[in-house]
């Protein structure tokens, strides 16, 4: 399968702390885009590092790629109670037609308040 | 432009009726993604349109799926003779060909149940 893997699947902190999240994947990406999906709604994007970037940043949001590895993690600092739900990422492999993401099972996220 | 519209939110059907959904994309997002999703997994790949053209469809859509972008606009997905396998969340997403830096927008999607 080309899908990302997350580790964990589960997830549960406390309001403020920090979570992080990690994904690993097969072969050659052109990029690698994190998801979140609240319960029972579609996914949302959060944030796309392309395979020459090593770190990015968004808001709370922290993704880094390390492609000798074939892994990226996702950090959320700070950490609030909307911030439970599903995580997944996503990456974007190369080569010709390979236009789809593919989505592993993700990291169920919940913080307690 | 208020994002990716799926219609119907949720169907119930009885088992071997046919279902059709219906998928809005963001008007300048010439391509369009179907995903099924059921609980506790990720979304699972059905198939891709880039304009009108269908150009990628994944092992999971059997014969009894198909899928149309006419005038390379809104998407409909069929399922016919509904199984109870076919319970699924059923998600679209769109994206723009030229532009990888936001990803795709994917709509709150159609829920299925078939009883």
């Known amino acids: 399968s080309q899908q990302g893997e997350e580790d964990p699947q589960a997830l549960s902190i406390q309001e403020g702390e920090n979570a992080t999240m990690n994904c690993s994947y097969k072969?050659?990406?052109?990029?690698l885009q994190w998801y979140r999906q609240n319960s029972g709604r579609g996914l949302v994007h959060l944030i796309l590092?392309?395979?020459?970037?090593r770190e990015k940043h968004s808001g709370r949001l922290r993704v880094t790629l390390d492609t000798s590895k074939k892994s990226s993690s996702l950090l959320i600092t700070a950490s609030r109670a909307a911030d439970t739900a599903s995580y997944f990422c996503?990456?974007?492999?190369?080569?010709?037609?390979?236009?789809?993401?593919?989505f592993g099972k993700g990291t169920k996220l919940s913080v307690i308040p | 432009d208020t994002g990716v519209s799926q219609n119907p939110r949720h169907k119930i059907t009885k088992r071997g009726q046919n279902v059709t959904f219906r998928c809005d994309p963001i008007?300048?997002?010439?391509?369009l993604y179907w995903y099924r999703q059921t609980l506790g997994q990720g979304p699972e790949f059905l198939t891709y349109?880039?304009?009108?053209?269908?150009?990628?469809k994944s092992r999971l859509l059997s014969d009894r799926f198909s899928a149309e972008r006419p005038k390379g606009s809104f998407s409909t997905l069929e399922i016919q003779r509904t199984e109870q396998g076919d319970s699924a969340m059923y998600l679209c997403?769109?994206?723009?060909?030229?532009?990888?830096?936001?990803?795709?927008?994917f709509g709150s999607g159609t829920r299925l149940t078939v009883v």
């Open positions: 996503a990456p974007l492999y190369s080569g010709a037609g390979s236009y789809q993401l593919t």
């Open positions: 997403a769109s994206s723009r060909i030229e532009d990888f830096s936001y990803g795709y927008t």
């Open positions: 008007s300048e997002h010439n391509r």
């Open positions: 072969t050659s990406i052109n990029n």
């Open positions: 349109f880039q304009n009108e053209a269908q150009l990628e």
């Open positions: 590092i392309r395979s020459n970037e």
